[in-house]
């Protein structure tokens, strides 16, 4: 995954400031405290669904899977959350710099779910197999994070090292100066989030092809 990691780490030093530095405001910029945090998410089984009901969550998700697999489906969300603290320094009667003093950031999973169809008997191979097959995407979820969240963090820093102070001239502008710093670094992370997403995706996709469906039909023939 290093091509991956080069290409993370690109985007995170390209992307465009929402605004130059005010040189009023330089002296006063220092990288806030910054409380990254992630979570596997608790994983969860779901036996309720029929075959049919679990090819249209499937489909909710955009999950189409074929032949066997309509028997079982593995599913998470993926979870992002920024919020910023910030502290106001007076430099003039008409001059306030606001400074981010706590950027919490939470990249994570929520409510990972795997789904094996109520139609199949809990002892049978079938049942184990898909089970398997489940099991396996999750643990491709937790490999694609414990992948990625190292490199999102230092994305983070490089972006709020590279956000400068906002100058405002009252103190009535300074919650609205505050959510500007919140909407701007979700600017800088929404795309790395996506990226995410979709390499995610690519590797979930590795594990669902027609030759590996065919090779796990075989392991239950003549059961």
Do not use: W
């Amino acid at each position: 995954m290093k091509k991956l990691f080069f290409i993370l780490t690109t985007l995170a030093f390209c992307l465009p400031l929402s605004a130059e530095a005010s040189s009023v405001c330089n002296k006063y910029q220092k990288f806030p405290e910054l409380r990254f945090s992630t979570s596997y998410g608790k994983l969860r089984y779901d036996t309720g669904y029929s075959r049919k009901q679990l090819t249209a969550l499937g489909a909710e998700y955009g999950i189409l899977e074929q032949g066997l697999f309509a028997s079982g489906l593995a599913t998470v969300n993926v979870n992002y959350q920024l919020s910023v603290k910030s502290v106001r320094h007076q430099v003039d009667a008409n001059t306030i710099c606001v400074v981010p003093s706590v950027v919490d950031i939470y990249i994570g999973y929520r409510q990972p779910m795997i789904y094996i169809a109520k139609d199949l008997q809990p002892e049978s191979c079938e049942y184990k197999v898909v089970l398997r097959h489940e099991q396996t995407h999750q643990q491709i979820n937790t490999a694609a994070l414990e992948y990625f969240i190292p490199q999102l963090r230092q994305a983070a820093i490089s972006i709020i090292s590279n956000t400068p102070p906002i100058e405002i001239s009252h103190t009535d502008e300074f919650d609205a100066a505050t959510q500007e710093l919140v909407k701007h670094y979700t600017r800088q992370l929404e795309p790395l989030i996506t990226f995410f997403k979709t390499e995610l995706l690519k590797e979930q996709g590795k594990l669902d092809n027609y030759k590996n469906y065919q090779h796990e039909d075989a392991l239950c023939k003549g059961f």
